[in-house]
Structures are given as C-alpha cells and as structure tokens.
C-alpha cells in the first residue's frame, strides 16, 4: 500500500496535477498496488513461454497443411 496522500501531493507540487486528478491518480494506483493482482517477472517469463510454443506449433502445421495441399495439387 502506498501512502495516497503523500503520493497525491507530491503529484500536484511536482507533477502539476489538479488536485482532483492527483487523489484519483493516486487511488488507482492503491488499488491496482496489491501484490497479488501483479504480475511478477516469473509470471511473464512462463506466458511468454507458452506464446513461444504456440506460436512454433501453429507454423508447423501451417508448413505442414500446405506441404499437404501442395502435393494433392501436383
């Protein structure tokens, strides 16, 4: 959790925000902050993972499918 007030100031001194847009800022970053709503490296790491095997077996059979097209073709 962060400190929404501390976090809402600073964005209006600093970042030039409207107070309205800073506390509204700051609560969704509080509320998205929960660790277990995060994605983590490791998280990321495993999809990625599993795109990469997705993506290697659908150009398979697309190599395959038209290898066979093009030998029923000939």
């Known amino acids: ?3 929404t007030l501390k976090f809402a100031r ?3 001194t600093k970042g030039g925000m409207s107070q309205e847009a800073a506390e509204a800022l700051a609560e ?3 509320e998205g902050a929960s660790i277990d709503q995060l994605a983590m490296k490791q998280d990321l790491a495993i999809a990625v993972s599993g795109l990469r095997s997705q993506i290697w077996y659908a150009a ?3 190599v ?3 290898g066979i097209v093009l030998h ?3």
């Open 1 to 3: 959790m962060i400190d």
């Open 10 to 12: 600073h964005m209006q």
């Open 28 to 30: 969704c970053i509080n």
């Open 60 to 62: 398979f059979a697309i």
């Open 64 to 66: 395959l499918a038209t």
């Open 72 to 74: 029923i073709w000939k």
